[in-house]
């Protein structure tokens, strides 16, 4: 376990679904606003039922609460989501340290539509690779992908 600014983070459980399900649909609101509110919510099911269960997750807590957690696929992030009320405090800083602890590199897609996220990555030290014109469901949403090592 380690800690953030206020928060400890911790291996996922079970009991986490519908906290982190909670947190994954406020914060896509806000990041990823191109998605109908219809479409979120949709897509938090496959959250609930598909993506949590086959990723590596992490949970970031504070007060004895999941603030937000990080799924990994390897060394993959398939996704870092922090609650809206709790953001700007480092918490998905962090996570993604954590991470990169365990790993040792990690890579990510995020939306370009998304202005936030790949600022966010570069501050971190993530740098593009590529980028694909189509999202993983074949939408008309450009895709950048980004990577970092962790500095030895």
């Known amino acids: 376990m380690s ?3 206020g928060c400890e983070i911790r291996a996922y459980d079970g009991g986490d679904a519908d906290a982190l399900v909670d947190i994954w649909l406020a914060a896509s609101r806000i990041g990823h ?6 479409e ?6 496959l959250v609930r039922d598909i993506y949590l269960p086959q990723a590596e997750n992490w949970v970031a ?9 990080i799924g990994l696929l390897d060394h993959f992030i398939g996704g870092l989501f922090i609650d809206p009320a709790m953001q700007g405090r480092g918490i998905g800083r962090a996570l993604v340290e954590h991470a990169l602890r365990r ?6 897609d995020v939306y370009a539509a998304n202005p ?11 740098r593009e690779t590529s980028r694909r014109p189509n999202d993983d469901g074949g ?12 500095e030895v």
Do not use: N, W
């Open 3 to 5: 800690r953030s600014p």
């Open 116 to 126: 936030m996220a790949p600022a966010f990555y570069a501050r971190l030290g993530f």
């Open 61 to 69: 807590c504070c007060d004895g609460r999941p603030a937000g957690f």
């Open 33 to 38: 606003p191109f998605f109908s509110d219809a």
């Open 103 to 108: 790993k040792g590199e990690l890579e990510l």
């Open 139 to 150: 939408l008309p949403l450009e895709v950048i992908r980004m990577h970092r090592r962790r």
């Open 40 to 45: 979120l919510t949709t897509q938090s099911a």
